[in-house]
């Protein structure tokens, strides 16, 4: 009888505290909570990227949660928008079906040689193990077909997924998860709230649980949504001088391949809160961003998307005319051969690649070509640019199409330019140069995608984050094709990880 009326009471408190906090809340605008769901207040999300994406969901689709998505930019989709290369996954159904061996471990493995020592094992662990998964969920939950496959560099097997089609791999990935929220916040809005033009700045944290999440809205009102949980998916910091004079001062004069937006808010934020960042010196440079011929020292530049390496790429040095690298090595590496041998004044490079290399990719290369980052022309043309001779030029292609034992050790190398290749033989060229493309530093999180603290405990209950705003998934230096994975893997787990409390 007593624990009914302690019940009774609790309930009426409960629903006093909720009729206080809708009328004298003037600036909040929350909607009404879900109350059949055991949730009283929305799971907020910030940053509509892949991790957001992935997040939101994973919380609506399977477990009913709902949710509010909120993006300081005008439009969904961060980075993880313009991603070219594809999503990285071992042992799926698509390397099955395309008689490509590979296994969790082997990507394990690979993911661990390139970090280099830095890094969280147990969070590549996950990320190999969780990738058939991920990409299963894309696949079967929103009808993505990923099934082509790529190898970029350091991976020692064909794992880099996209879809045979007209749409480039983030561009396909972000509109389809994109899609189902927008339909579900029309037909649903108490389970789906998106809000663009919301600039996160605050989270409040009172004894250890997150009570709100605070925002400029697009006329600078500030506004709070009441929540007990919110995942921070707010992307990397490698368009922020501010940020990469802090913790990567050599990088800060290279262009970059990454939006505006990219300005490392939330591992500020984080770090305010209690939060560790780790790894945040470890800035991916990625080693080809084409440089646009009609404004060279542009700092913003479109990436040259690994693929096309993958594909069959080759990189040629301007000053001797010939290969200088392996083309598939980590990206630290190729970085590293362009910056000591090619130029020293510009750090160029010429990416050049076969007709086979363009009927393999070819939207992505109609769509450069159309940017005029790449012409297509022949090797008796393009000789005229270097120090050596069509001839000798030609017989460089040839060596590469054919010897046994690649000169740089390249294992993968499919489209080549063929053992007749001589000076008519068509080739397309772009010129490249290295680029601030990742920082793989961020929030330390643990595989329940939690924020930890130095002490490596949780810093407040109902604090997560994933995707690139999170360290130590890479380490050293992430593999091409691994970023939009984490994004899936964490923000899926974050998802479950809220719905299990
Ligand atoms: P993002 O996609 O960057 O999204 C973060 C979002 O958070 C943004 O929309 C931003 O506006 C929002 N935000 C930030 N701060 C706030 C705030 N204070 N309040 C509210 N919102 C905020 N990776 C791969 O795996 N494969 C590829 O092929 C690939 N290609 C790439 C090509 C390019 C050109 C670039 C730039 C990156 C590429 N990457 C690729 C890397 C990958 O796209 C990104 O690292 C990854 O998608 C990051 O996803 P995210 O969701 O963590 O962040
Ligand atoms: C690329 O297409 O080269 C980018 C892939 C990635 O960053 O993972």
Redesign the pocket.
Known sequence: MLTTRRLLVGLFGVFVVLLLRSSNNSNSNNQLPDMSSKFSTPVVI???????LSTANQLVLKHKVPIVL????SSL????????????GAFTSTQKKLAVEDSAAAFYQDTVSSAKSAGVPSLMSKLAKDSASAISWLQAEFGLKLDLLAQLGGHSAPRTHRSSGKLP??FEIVQALSNSLKSLSESDPALVQIRLN????DVEIIHNKVQAVK?YDSDGVSQRVDTNNVVF????FGFSKKMLKKYAPELESLPT???A???G??QELLENLGGQLIDMTQVQVHPTGFIDPNDRQKGWKF?A?EALRGLGGILVNPTTGRRFVNELSTRDLVTEAIQSQCPKDDNRAYLVMSEAVYQNYKNNIDFYMFKKLVRKTTVGEFAEELPISAAELAAELRDYSSAQQDKFARVSRINAFGTGADASTVVYVGEITPVV??TMGGARINELAEVLNKDGKPVAEGLYA????SGGVHGANRL??????E?VVFGRTAADSVAKL
């Open positions: 910030i940053g509509s990227g892949l991790a957001g909120l993006d300081k930019a989709g961060g980075n993880s928008i313009k991603a070219s290369s594809g999503i990285n791999p983030g919301s600039q996160v700045f925002y998916c707010s992307g990397g391949t990454n939006g937006q990219t300005t808010d939330g990436l998307a493309h990742f994933a995707g690139e705003v091409g094709g691994s970023s939009l994975l994004c």
